[in-house]
Nanobody, 121 residues
Framework: QVQLVESGGGAVQLGGSLRLSCVAS????????MGWFRRAPGKEREGVAA???????RYADSVKGRFTVSKDNANNTLYLQMGTLKPEDTGMYYC???????????????WGQGTQVTVSS
């Protein structure tokens, strides 16, 4: 089993920055691949960024050039550095993990509880 705990969300203004963290505990070999997802009010959950165990990184088109995903394997922590934030980035951000590489799809086995990001204009 894997437990994922996100932190770092908050309220920022247009153009601001935030750094999200996700700490994984438990059977950490099951966190070979990890990703960030978000659910905006009234919308489906979408993949934002993901990093596979082999280092392959994927981003949603909407965040390319603004967000950076990274992983500290020694501390079992996934990060999402978010810059040039826009109101459409508002939503609940979730961390996900799996032993397989699921990229930006929703097939990850393990999910955190989420951290809220709110961007005002």
């Amino acid at each position: 089993q894997v437990q994922l705990v996100e932190s770092g969300g908050g309220a920022v203004q247009l153009g601001g920055s935030l750094r999200l963290s996700c700490v994984a505990s438990g059977t950490t070999h099951l966190t070979y691949s990890m990703g960030w997802f978000r659910r905006a009010p009234g919308k489906e959950r979408e993949g934002v960024a993901a990093i596979a165990g082999d280092g392959t990184i994927r981003y949603a088109d909407s965040v390319k050039g603004r967000f950076t995903v990274s992983k500290d394997n020694a501390n079992n922590t996934l990060y999402l550095q978010m810059g040039t934030l826009k109101p459409e980035d508002t939503g609940m951000y979730y961390c996900a993990a799996d032993r397989s590489d699921y990229g930006l799809t929703h097939w990850y086995a393990y999910w955190g509880q989420g951290t809220q990001v709110t961007v005002s204009s």
